[in-house]
């Protein structure tokens, strides 16, 4: 008899413990579905300095074939090593725009730091290359049609033209990157 009674108690405290997990899980879900259409309610009412693209609205800027040589840095304003070698990426676009160089800064800050970190950053950086913002939560789908090599950290750059295509997951001093791009225009 004490075992029954012990198991119907067991039994009784599962089944109560689930309601109580089932509950959260609801409470979590829930809370989720808010902050999600918080972030759609800023994305929507946020009139941006820069184009805003999911990944399929920016894969054509990574895959053109025109004449020019494109310099595709991935960076945000919360990334040290990104912020650091920002300048150097500023001085190759002053610099090559002869040699038919574009450099693109994609930006993968969140939404809250678009108008708070990422326009007065570019502000008072003063910088000239385009900038543009990637907002796509589905970085496990984007992110090896970048390059398949790539394990997603940034800062994350991609040179290429009609002809080469190379892919650098790392930082970059002035004079590796001047290295690198000068593999693609010499």
């Known amino acids: 008899m004490k075992n029954l009674l012990g198991l119907a108690l067991l039994?009784?405290?599962?089944?109560?413990?689930?309601?109580?997990?089932?509950?959260?899980?609801?409470?979590?879900?829930?809370?989720?579905?808010?902050?999600?259409?918080?972030?759609?309610?800023?994305k929507k009412s946020y009139t941006s300095k820069f184009p805003i693209?999911?990944?399929?609205?920016l894969e054509p800027m990574l895959n053109k074939t025109d004449d020019k040589t494109y310099v595709v840095n991935f960076w945000a304003t919360w990334c040290k090593p990104c912020v650091e070698e920002m300048p150097h990426f500023e001085r190759i676009n002053a610099e090559q725009k002869e040699n038919n160089v574009e450099v693109i800064l994609v930006s993968l800050d969140m939404p809250n730091m678009w108008r708070s970190r990422?326009?007065?950053?570019?502000?008072?950086?003063?910088?000239q290359s385009t900038v543009v913002i990637l907002d796509d939560p589905k970085q496990n789908e984007w992110i090896p049609k970048v390059a398949p090599e790539w394990g997603g950290g940034i800062p994350a750059t991609l040179i290429y033209n009609k002809d080469k295509r190379n892919f650098y997951e790392r930082g970059f001093t002035y004079e590796e990157l001047n290295i690198e791009l000068n593999k693609f225009i010499n």
């Open 11 to 42: 039994s009784l405290l599962i089944l109560s413990s689930c309601g109580e997990i089932s509950n959260e899980k609801k409470e979590e879900a829930s809370s989720e579905k808010t902050d999600l259409a918080e972030t759609q309610a800023v």
């Open 53 to 57: 693209y999911d990944f399929e609205g």
């Open 118 to 127: 990422l326009e007065p950053f570019v502000e008072k950086k003063g910088i």
